[in-house]
């Protein structure tokens, strides 16, 4: 059983900083790719960032690009999502997902974790 667990979320003021993390199990860590989602009250789950199998490639949604960075570490199955220059249009639940290695590129990840609140202040 794949299991992905957020935690890291919580309430800031714009501007501030929040480092996401997503720690899973029951996979092969370092042949999976993962992403992170995020839905805003009202919204649609929104893409946000993915980190390939080996690290050697990521992408962003354009709106978070120069302020997020993805990253993993396969000695601790953990997968980062560092959040910096948080704007109030960042607030959302975000949740960590993951897959096999060629979903990188589609983005259809199967295995999602519970979520984590994020919620930016103005």
């Known amino acids: 059983q794949v299991l992905l667990l957020e935690s890291g979320g919580g309430s800031v003021q714009a501007g501030a900083s929040l480092r996401l993390s997503c720690e899973a199990s029951?996979?092969?860590?370092?042949?999976?790719?993962f992403a992170w989602f995020r839905q805003a009250p009202g919204k649609e789950r929104e893409f946000v960032a993915a980190?390939?199998?080996?690290?050697?490639?990521?992408k962003y949604v354009d709106s978070v690009k120069g302020r997020f960075t993805v990253a993993r570490d396969n000695a601790k199955n953990t997968v980062y999502l560092q959040m910096n220059s948080l704007k109030p249009e960042d607030t959302a639940v975000y949740y960590c997902s993951a897959d096999t290695p060629n979903i990188f590129y589609s983005n259809d990840y199967r295995f999602w974790g519970q979520g984590t609140q994020v919620t930016v202040s103005s």
């Open positions: 980190i390939s199998w080996n690290g050697a490639e990521t």
């Open positions: 029951g996979l092969t860590f370092s042949r999976a790719a």
